[in-house]
Nanobody, 125 residues
Framework: QVQLVESGGGSVQSGGSLRLSCAASGFARVSGCMAWFRQVPGMAREGVAS???????NYKDSVKGRFTISQDNAKNTLYLQMISLKPDDTAMYYCAARSLGCRYFIPEARNLEHWGQGTQVTVSS
């Protein structure tokens, strides 16, 4: 059974940094695509960053240059390094995965097969 467990969320001031982690288990093979999404109450879940199993990454425009997605296959862990955080980054952040790749774009939420429980990120001004 696939399990994704996020950690690393918290409360920071504007301009601060956080690193989110997502520990993955239960995959029969390396997942084709892993991604980070975020959601605020009343809004749709939006893709923040994705990484294809072959390496290519994609980012939401508003986080380019501030967020970096990476994965450690030996540890089966996905990361999201976030710097220069803004109040607009406040959201619940979710780790997601699917068997198909995502070389050219962040998949829509409905096309991800597995989800973690989320970790809250709060950025105060």
């Amino acid at each position: 059974q696939v399990q994704l467990v996020e950690s690393g969320g918290g409360s920071v001031q504007s301009g601060g940094s956080l690193r989110l982690s997502c520990a993955a288990s239960g995959f029969a093979r390396v997942s084709g695509c892993m991604a980070w999404f975020r959601q605020v109450p009343g809004m749709a879940r939006e893709g923040v960053a994705s990484i294809d199993s072959a390496g290519p990454t994609n980012y939401k425009d508003s986080v380019k240059g501030r967020f970096t997605i990476s994965q450690d296959n030996a540890k089966n862990t996905l990361y999201l390094q976030m710097i220069s955080l803004k109040p607009d980054d406040t959201a619940m952040y979710y780790c997601a995965a699917r068997s198909l790749g995502c070389r050219y774009f962040i998949p829509e939420a409905r096309n991800l097969e597995h989800w973690g429980q989320g970790t809250q990120v709060t950025v105060s001004s």
